[in-house]
């Protein structure tokens, strides 16, 4: 087996058994970004083998807020499947993960291709949706801690998505109020603008970045435009709910 396969084996299994891990640097300082993203193919690739079907990719770490809470000062992508598709107003089971947490995010369903250098232009008219949505992340590794290269070849912490309604895209999403509540009280409150300046630019980022990776962005896919603030840790007994002007509201409460 190559270390690719090795270390692929090792965050698909953490993931399947939510089970914390070292991380991979530990062991490989050297571990570059591209090896990393090798991982991460290879690690989903075993998820779709055992039955799940891809739905589209998350970006990552596109807003300060998110960098500055984990600490790495660069985005990245990850794989969604829809083994990922947490039900709107339903519950999430935390002993299914190791340190969940919940963060604000916009989201895109897509109609056309995009792959390599698109304009924002063109990747608004790709656009055939917009909704609310949290994203919930949970590193595998120990401490919720990681480089990019370990955050990356853990496919950047996915691990669920919670989607409110669609809606066209003929509002001006570029500065959208964003609150997001634990049962009714607001605990992070940001704005669609926090997310690169202007949540669109995540999404010409993300057709450049699968592009480097050989594989584009799809009719049919939705892309996660990153967290607008910090992340949520959740517990037990907590409904989170998150409010974006004009777009609608999304939530889920937490069981054990
Ligand atoms: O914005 C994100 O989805 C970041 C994911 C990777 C870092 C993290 O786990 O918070
Ligand atoms: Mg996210």
Redesign the pocket.
């Known amino acids: 087996m190559s270390t690719i396969e090795e270390y692929a084996e090792i965050v698909d299994e953490a993931q399947r058994t939510a089970t914390a891990i070292a991380q991979l640097t530990t062991t490989n300082p050297e571990l570059s970004v591209d090896d990393a993203y090798a991982i991460q193919k290879v690690s989903v690739a075993r998820r779709i083998a055992r039955g799940e079907k891809r739905i589209g990719i ?6 300060r807020a ?1 960098m500055q ?2 600490g ?1 000062d660069q ?2 992508w ?1 794989r969604l499947t829809d083994a990922m598709i947490l039900e709107e107003g339903g519950t999430l089971k935390k002993s299914n993960f190791v340190h969940p ?1 919940l ?1 604000p ?1 916009v989201v895109f369903l897509l109609n056309k291709r995009l792959s390599g250098t698109v304009t924002e232009l063109e990747a608004m008219s790709a656009v055939e949706a917009i909704a609310p949505a949290m ?1 919930l ?3 595998r590794y120990e401490n ?1 801690k ?1 480089t990019l290269s370990d ?1 990356i070849a ?1 496919n ?3 691990s669920g998505l919670v989607i409110g309604a669609w809606r066209s895209p003929d509002v001006d999403f570029q500065n959208l109020g964003m609150v997001m509540f634990v049962n009714g009280r607001p605990v992070q409150i940001g704005s669609s603008a926090a997310i690169l300046g202007h949540p669109v630019r995540s999404l010409v980022m993300a057709a450049k970045m699968v592009a480097q990776s050989g594989e584009s962005l799809e009719p049919g896919d939705i892309v ?1 435009a ?2 607008a603030t910090a ?1 949520h840790a959740v517990s037990v007994g907590e409904t989170i709910s998150l409010e974006v002007q004009h777009l609608g509201s999304v939530s889920i409460s937490v069981e054990e």
Do not use: H, N, P, Y
């Open positions: 998350k970006m990552g770490l596109t807003s998110k809470q984990v790495v985005a990245a990850g947490r963060e995010e994203e992340i949970d590193s919720f990681f955050v853990d950047t912490s996915s996660m990153g967290g992340a």
